[in-house]
């Protein structure tokens, strides 16, 4: 079988017959050769390494159904030399799971979380072709178009959105040449749909969620036309009823967007773009100044149209940063900036969560940066930038003034203003006006109402 599909390949790549191979194979190893992959000098590329493979298989949708596909197949990789991967949609491995011996083969072939096995890459392969023919499908020996796979049987199935149908990833067996491989094919496929159908009852159990979170709340907040919408458009709540049609489009963002029969609204993201909030306005949504007041305050000023708020100390430090920075900071340049050298990004990202609560799609992400117009007091010609917020030790801010304005040591230095228990405003009554897109800042953690759903620890 293996040399009669050397020869196979041969004679196609060469534009002989496809005689003797299957359509979807011979099909594959055109595409391969179109990419320029070379059967005989191609390894998979590992583009993600370290914190990245970490950081992406934690954000990635199938974390949350990782676990079970693990658990469901762990008898068809214990003792038999086989192995269970799990990867996204563009063929980065995200999960290896199987016998020391096959993973230590494995790895030197690069089958490992971070590589990269679609069909430009390294040709076909269970896990490439499976994403580009988005059906299951078993590539076996020399079907392989790389000449070091042929010692590999590889049989996967693509995992869709139960909701959109988009590709989320793929699951795929993979062992030697010569293990029984005869209900391999069924046993993926039937495990992608019952990763399917996992996804499908989390969505539903989330979006139960956010209903029961936010609907009352939000109808007394705002007192006008909101809605909870999904990122594919699907309306998840509405109020008043009816406002809205069941559908929208789809949103891709946060900001100022316009309805199909012309009404104008704001989207604000509900956690990880998966989720929005959507307020419908009065009018055209214009682009409004954010106004920044910090120069003898302890605690900076926002104004936004005709909304006023007053931050917290901690916040006050942290927007007055990001508007000094309008390229934006990560979280850990953000940590250093407002707690110094000891700063964590995580105590960062929780202020930010609470901040966005206020700015809503105002606060920009990777990096954190404020979006739209920006004025700000310490900023404008002839200030006295030293005057900005006096009572804050953060670093960066008093790299700002130009200097400290108090002896960090001192212990009769007063009381800092940001203090995160003791200034933090018991619920939105700090807007002194009731219309506008942002009186809401008592809602909850919004950055983390969709973190149940595709966020799971790795």
């Known amino acids: 079988m293996g040399k009669e599909q050397d020869t196979a390949r041969d004679r196609i790549l060469g534009g002989g017959t496809s005689a003797g ?140 959105d139960p909701v959109t149908g988009d590709l989320l990833g793929v699951i795929d067996l ?32 989330q979006q139960a969620r956010l209903r029961e979170k936010y609907a009352d709340r939000l109808t007394r907040r705002l007192g006008a036309q909101g809605a909870i919408i999904a990122a594919d458009g699907s309306v998840l709540h509405a109020g008043p009823d009816r406002w809205l049609p069941n559908r929208v489009a789809g949103l891709t963002g946060e900001g100022p967007v316009v309805l199909p029969d012309g009404r104008h609204a704001v989207a604000e993201s509900l956690g990880a773009g998966r989720y929005f909030l959507l307020i419908a306005q009065d009018g055209e949504c214009g682009a409004t100044t954010l106004r920044f007041e910090g120069l003898g305050r302890a605690r900076a000023v926002v104004r936004v149209g005709n909304l006023t708020h007053e931050l917290r100390g901690r916040h006050s430090e942290i927007l007055a940063l990001l508007i000094a920075d309008p390229v934006g900071m990560s979280a850990e340049e953000l940590a250093r900036e407002v707690y110094g050298s000891a700063g964590r990004a995580g105590s960062v990202r929780a202020e930010m969560s609470r901040l966005r609560q206020v700015l809503g799609h105002r606060l920009g992400s990777d990096p954190y940066r404020v979006t739209g117009e920006t004025w700000a007091d310490f900023l404008q010609p002839g200030a006295c930038p030293r005057a900005l917020l006096p009572k804050s030790k953060a670093p960066g801010v008093a790299a700002l003034r130009g200097g400290p304005l108090h002896d960090p040591d001192d212990p009769h230095d007063p009381d800092d203003a940001t203090d995160d228990g003791a200034d933090a405003p018991a619920d939105a009554a700090g807007w002194t006006a009731a219309d506008g897109p942002l009186g809401w800042a008592d809602l909850d953690d919004l950055d983390g109402a969709a973190h149940d759903f595709g966020r799971h620890p790795a």
């Not at 658990?71 to 214990?78: D, G, H, K, N, Y």
């Not at 996204?88 to 030197?108: F, I, M, S, V, Y």
């Not at 491989?181 to 069924?186: C, E, F």
């Open 174 to 205: 993979t062992s030697a040449v010569g293990v029984d491989a005869a209900l391999r094919l069924s046993l993926v496929t039937t495990t992608a749909k019952l990763a399917e159908t996992q996804l499908h009852a989390e969505r539903l159990q």
């Open 21 to 160: 191979v299957s359509p979807a194979i011979h099909a594959s190893w055109l595409r391969a050769r179109s990419s320029g992959v070379r059967p005989d000098a191609t390894l998979p590329p590992v583009p993600l390494v370290d914190e990245a493979i970490v950081r992406h298989r934690r954000e990635h949708p199938l974390a949350a159904v990782w676990p079970t596909l693990r658990e469901s197949l762990r008898w068809a990789t214990a003792d038999t030399g086989q192995l269970l991967i799990v990867g996204d949609a563009e063929g980065h491995l995200l999960w290896c799971q199987g016998d020391r011996d096959p993973l230590r083969h494995a790895e030197r072939v690069n089958m490992t979380p971070g590589s990269l096995w679609s069909e430009k890459a390294v040709g076909t392969t269970g896990v490439g072709t499976a994403i580009a023919l988005r059906r299951p499908i078993q590539v076996i020996g020399a079907e392989h178009y790389v000449s070091w796979a042929r010692s590999f049987a590889c049989t996967a199935a693509p995992i869709h």
